[in-house]
């Protein structure tokens, strides 16, 4: 990025005291200490009018809990927005069960922009107008149901935050991690070099970087055919072989 502000994660919460929770300690904690992102939890009842502070209602049309109005969500999402310069619109996310699965190519993007607003959901759900009025963009974390978008939010977080420039030092920058190649991670190895008589695959400690290379990239291969054959899918096939030219000996020329 050209200008100089850090990326900027701006959570709308019923439960702000969640954050940062996890993402104050470790990696993520350490950078947002030295200012290399910034952490913005905003409270969505400071935004309710009535006397009782209320900002959910039962659902038109009946069933079981409780949804968030859209009067007080739009509100909570325009005040979070004052000031914000209109050239540089930031992505409006809303953590939800129903939303598109989130993905490290997601990711990726949403580190490399200044950062999302993202909107927590709680309780059956969230008014439809509030949605389709701030062109809030679904997300989903798994295939699970989470009892709120809190913890889906510092999933997502954690995931953008970890690709900042500087944040992860000395570390690989993430391109051999699974996924970014669209592959699984192989299995890793360190001492001691028997574990309960299992010893470290020889391979690793013969020195031969291209073998080690190959090794990994084929247990690479097995374990994501294996565990997941949607990723698998999308990997091109290999191209057939090319046969080896023949080397030429030195002191001798064609022809
Ligand atoms: N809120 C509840 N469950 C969720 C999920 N699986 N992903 C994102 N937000 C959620």
Same mark, same amino acid.
């Given at each position: ?5 850090? !990326?900027r994660?701006?959570?709308? =919460? $019923?439960?702000?005291?969640?954050? *940062?929770?996890p993402?104050?300690v ?6 947002l200490a030295?200012?290399l !992102? #910034?952490?913005?939890?905003r409270?969505?009842?400071a ?9 959910d209602? =039962? %659902?038109a049309?009946?069933? %079981?809990g409780?949804?968030?109005?859209a ?7 325009? +005040?979070?927005?004052?000031? #914000? ?5 930031r992505p409006?996310?809303l953590?939800? %069960?129903r939303?598109?699965p989130?993905?490290q190519a997601?990711?990726?993007?949403l580190?490399q922009?200044?950062?999302p $607003?993202?909107?927590?959901?709680r309780?059956? /759900? &969230?008014? #439809?107008?509030v949605?389709d009025?701030?062109?809030l ?5 798994g295939d699970y149901?989470?009892s709120?978008?809190? @913890?889906?939010?510092?999933a997502? @977080? ?10 992860m030092?000395?570390e690989?920058? /993430? ?5 970014s /190649?669209?592959?699984?991670e192989y299995? #890793? ?6 574990f309960?008589g299992? %010893?470290?695959?020889? &391979?690793?400690t013969?020195?031969?970087? +291209?073998k ?5 990239? +084929?247990q690479s291969e097995? $374990?994501?055919e294996?565990?997941?054959?949607d990723? !698998?899918?999308? &990997?091109? *096939?290999?191209?057939p072989n090319?046969p080896r030219r023949?080397?030429?000996?030195k002191?001798k020329?064609?022809g």
């Amino acid at each position: 990025m050209t200008n100089s502000s850090p !990326w900027r994660a701006t959570v709308l =919460t $019923l439960f702000p005291e969640m954050f *940062p929770g996890p993402l104050g300690v470790s990696l993520a904690g350490r950078a947002l200490a030295s200012g290399l !992102w #910034q952490l913005e939890a905003r409270d969505i009842r400071a935004s309710a009018t009535d006397r009782h502070r209320s900002v959910d209602d =039962t %659902p038109a049309g009946g069933g %079981p809990g409780m949804v968030l109005r859209a009067d007080v969500l739009a509100a909570a999402i325009d +005040a979070a927005e004052i000031g #914000q310069d209109p050239s540089k619109e930031r992505p409006r996310l809303l953590m939800s %069960p129903r939303g598109r699965p989130l993905t490290q190519a997601r990711v990726m993007e949403l580190a490399q922009g200044p950062g999302p $607003l993202i909107v927590c959901g709680r309780f059956e /759900g &969230i008014d #439809q107008r509030v949605i389709d009025a701030r062109g809030l963009e679904e997300v989903s974390i798994g295939d699970y149901v989470l009892s709120g978008g809190e @913890i889906a939010a510092l999933a997502l @977080i954690d995931a953008c935050v970890r690709l900042l420039p500087g944040v992860m030092g000395k570390e690989a920058s /993430g391109t051999e991690e699974s996924f970014s /190649g669209g592959l699984l991670e192989y299995p #890793q190895y360190t001492r001691p070099q028997l574990f309960e008589g299992v %010893p470290i695959p020889e &391979i690793l400690t013969s020195g031969d970087h +291209a073998k080690v290379a190959s090794w990994r990239r +084929a247990q690479s291969e097995a $374990l994501t055919e294996a565990r997941r054959p949607d990723l !698998w899918a999308q &990997i091109p *096939p290999k191209p057939p072989n090319r046969p080896r030219r023949q080397k030429t000996p030195k002191n001798k020329t064609d022809g």
